[in-house]
């Protein structure tokens, strides 16, 4: 069985990571922001448990995960709420 998300962030930088947390506090990351932080052949399986939620402080807890793809002029609101989901750690 493969893992979720096994994907090289490096292989979807034009896409945005859509999260929600158990306590529904909703955010969206661009993978362009994460390659800020992580080497682009890390997998979204890695990041995924170091992303704190702003509200709760639940760390790697969702709902949901989605990798979606955003239009340029979207992306740019995306970025915006990106801090809405912190990422800590490694
Ligand atoms: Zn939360």
Redesign the pocket.
């Known amino acids: 069985m493969s893992t979720p998300f096994a994907t090289r962030l490096t292989v979807i930088d034009d896409m945005t990571l859509s999260v929600e ?3 529904g ?1 909703a955010a969206l990351i661009g993978v362009v922001d994460l390659l800020e932080r992580y080497q682009g052949n890390t997998m979204v399986s890695e990041v995924l448990p170091a992303l704190a ?1 702003s ?2 402080s ?1 760390r790697g807890s969702f709902k949901h995960v989605r990798i979606v793809f955003m239009l340029p002029e979207h992306r740019a609101l995306a970025h915006a709420h990106a801090a809405e989901m912190r990422v800590v750690g490694t």
Do not use: D, P
Request: positive net charge; contains cysteine.
């Open positions: 947390c158990r306590c506090h939620c509200r709760c639940r």
